[in-house]
């Protein structure tokens, strides 16, 4: 258990369905990251958090994927009218703020998405 | 070319034998991971590295700045090091991680 935790684990649902995700990172960690994972592939950069902040988006993520980080702590990832080609895993993770060097990257188990 | 390549993809090996995963990487690329995903797709972070070597138990990372290729040694490998290991590159000013494909590995006992 790294301490970061997503919800749910897994979901399964049909095309053109909306779907949220929930990522709770660790506490004091102020920067987040959502990456997907298709299969045998590895993953990729979706959005990240600084805070509360949204500062950098992937060009993946289209008009269709929306993520939010109220209060700089949990972080919701929302695929609206999902299709599935959506089908993937979904990981969040997060890490300390540094000054001086580069920390490393907390995974949690991720959410796999199945679109019928 | 992807930003992060590794090699081989998939790799067999039988119990106590010596592992070695290559990873080249491109420019912009700053802090170099090896990562280990299991079935069921938790990932954990084994090294992280700017320079240098570092070990951990019967695991061991490389990085060539130079030459912008790190590799990730297994020692005396054991059935329960079979995984997924996966190259990744902190890039830009986020950080964010610029994955490898990953290279599938399988001890026998």
């Known amino acids: 258990d790294t301490g970061v935790s997503q919800d749910p684990r897994h979901k399964i649902t049909k095309r053109g369905q909306n779907v949220t995700f929930r990522c709770d990172p660790i506490?004091?960690?102020?920067?987040l990251y959502w990456y997907r994972q298709t299969l045998g592939q590895g993953p990729e950069f979706l959005t990240y958090?600084?805070?509360?902040?949204?500062?950098?988006k992937s060009r993946l993520l289209s008009d269709r994927f929306s993520a939010e980080r109220p209060k700089g702590s949990f972080s919701t990832l929302e695929i609206q009218r999902t299709e599935q080609g959506d089908s993937a895993m979904y990981l969040c993770?997060?890490?300390?703020?540094?000054?001086?060097?580069?920390?490393?990257?907390?995974f949690g188990p991720g959410t796999r998405l199945t679109v019928l | 070319k992807n930003e992060v390549e590794q090699s081989p993809q998939n790799l067999t090996a039988q119990e106590g034998e010596f592992i070695t995963i290559n990873c080249s990487y491109s420019?912009?690329?700053?802090?170099l991971h090896w990562l280990q995903q299991h079935p069921g797709g938790g990932i954990v972070s084994l090294f992280m590295?700017?320079?240098g070597k570092k070990k951990h138990g019967r695991l061991i990372a490389t990085i060539n700045i130079q030459e912008k290729h790190s590799s990730l040694h297994i020692t005396a490998s054991h059935p329960r090091d079979s995984a997924v290991y996966i190259c990744?590159?902190?890039?830009?000013?986020?950080?964010?991680?610029?994955f490898g494909t990953g290279t599938r590995l399988q001890v026998f006992p």
């Open positions: 993770a997060s890490r300390a703020a540094s000054v001086r060097s580069y920390n490393e990257q907390f």
């Open positions: 506490s004091e960690h102020n920067r």
């Open positions: 958090f600084q805070n509360e902040a949204q500062l950098e």
């Open positions: 420019v912009g690329i700053s802090a």
């Open positions: 590295l700017s320079s």
């Open positions: 990744a590159g902190g890039k830009g000013t986020t950080d964010k991680l610029i």
